[in-house]
């Protein structure tokens, strides 16, 4: 029973990497139904969801990505996370929905379930790190840690709209594996799979959220790669 005034942060824990089909999308999208038919709106002060880059699906030509980038989602995950954003914002009108689009999250406690999480299990485990294709095209991601305190920022600071929180420094897959392989000081393989699927960069145009918190220094991802390795 809700007594008291109160922050509302909706992240689901069916992520893509864990199942990305009609069922689970159907599932996300039923928790944000719930969401607005169960709790009291009234005692909301804000609310914060923790949405995806995936909504935008394939951007070509490089362009980077801003919250005014065309959505043309690919995929039941990407699509149950558009589809939530939308039924939030036409159900509840009166509080502030600050939507956090999310380019990828690692760091302790992920479970390996990152990409970044990944590397470092397969690396450790003295497996090697197998990487899509050409393991050329770029990636933006975000440690957790970080997450945590942008999330109580905006809990500080109720926002109304869409932010895509990234770090703005896209690196390659291949050089992601080759950070976690030397911050390890072994002699992992990587090993490219060539498959008939094909990738595009992420690149992001983080010029909003820079300007709602400026003073925001995110952890680069060698020094990130590092802090996960020491916490296990």
């Known amino acids: 029973q809700f007594k008291h005034n109160f922050s509302l942060i909706i992240c689901s824990s069916i992520t893509r990497t864990l199942e990305n089909s009609l069922e689970s999308m159907i599932q996300n999208i039923q928790m944000i139904d719930n969401i607005v038919k169960n709790i009291p709106i009234y005692l909301v002060d804000n609310i914060i969801y923790l949405s995806s880059i995936d909504i935008f699906g394939v951007v070509k030509n490089s362009n980077k990505i801003n919250e005014n980038t065309q959505q043309n989602t690919v ?36 479970k390996y379930k990152s990409i970044v999480g990944k590397f470092i299990h397969d690396a450790h485990s003295k497996k090697k790190i197998k990487i899509t294709n050409d393991g050329n095209c770029l990636r933006d991601y975000v440690e957790v840690n970080d997450l945590c305190k942008i999330v109580d920022h905006f809990i500080q600071n109720p926002f109304n709209g869409a932010v895509i929180v990234a770090t703005g420094h896209s690196l390659t897959i291949n050089d992601i594996a080759k950070i976690v392989i030397t911050k390890l000081n072994n002699k992992t393989v990587i090993e490219n799979i060539n498959t008939q699927s094909s990738s595009t960069d992420l690149l992001f145009d983080n010029s909003l959220f820079r300007s709602i918190m400026p003073s925001f220094n995110f952890i680069d991802i060698s020094t990130g790669i590092e802090k996960y390795i020491k916490s296990i």
């Open 75 to 110: 995929g039941y995950y990407g699509l149950s996370k558009l589809v939530s954003e939308k039924l939030l914002n036409f159900n509840i009108q009166d509080k502030p929905i600050t939507v956090l689009r999310l380019p990828g999250i690692y760091g302790h406690g992920d």
